[in-house]
């Protein structure tokens, strides 16, 4: 069972020379190796976003950045300042990089190959098995916004956008429907026979706002024809 329907048929093709479409997906990263070549800024703020996800973390580099030394001693991350092996991949899910030569991206996507392993590298789309979305997040709602790697800068001006228009309120409205589809689901009821439409009235989102959330719990049941 998935969330909602799968990449959009109107994606853009794939024409001579031009890569595929991507299939998006949201990675459980927690406790599972992910290896970072590379230990600037911009290194710095993805291996942040997988500390903050569960990841176990290990940098390769030259030379540590402050943010990831300050991480290493704290022993939140593992690092070897050294240049990058391909055997640094070994027993890794997943790898990043963020290095400035580009050769150095361009080894690290052949050693994924290898491996099997998705690799993203920043800023570099031809060594890239995994493009990173922006993300909106308001609790357990994510919401993605990718450009294929060909607009970072789109894809971060929308996220700024959206996280100005999606207040806390749908954090709290997801709770609401979750709460009323678990209730149907407890009954031996599929979620998936209702029309959820109507639950993202206005009406129902001012409730959230003033945190009325039983009375938004009963306008959500009264729009499904639930008792």
Sequence with gaps: MTDGPGPSSTSRPAGPGAPPPGYPVNLVVA???VV??????????KVEALLAAGAVVHVVAP?????????????RLT????PFRDDDLDG??????????PAVNRSVYEAGEARRMFVNSADDPANCSL???????????QIAIGTGGRS???????????????????????DVLADVRDAIRAGGESSEAYDWEPAFSDEIL????????DEARAEVRRCLGLP
Excluded: C
């Design 131 to 141: 493009t990173l979305m922006s993300v909106v997040r308001r609790g357990d709602l």
């Design 152 to 174: 970072p800068a789109m894809a971060t001006h929308l996220r700024r956008r959206l996280t100005e228009e999606l207040g806390p309120e749908w954090k709290a409205l997801l």
């Design 36 to 45: 970072m070549v590379g230990a600037g800024r911009i290194a710095a703020r």
């Design 92 to 101: 890794a899910w997943l790898a990043f990089t963020a290095a400035d030569d």
């Design 79 to 82: 690092a070897d300042e050294r």
């Design 31 to 33: 406790g599972r190796r």
């Design 206 to 213: 001012e409730l959230v706002r003033q945190n009325r959330l």
């Design 63 to 75: 030379r540590l950045g402050d943010e990831i030394t300050a991480w290493r001693d704290a022993g």
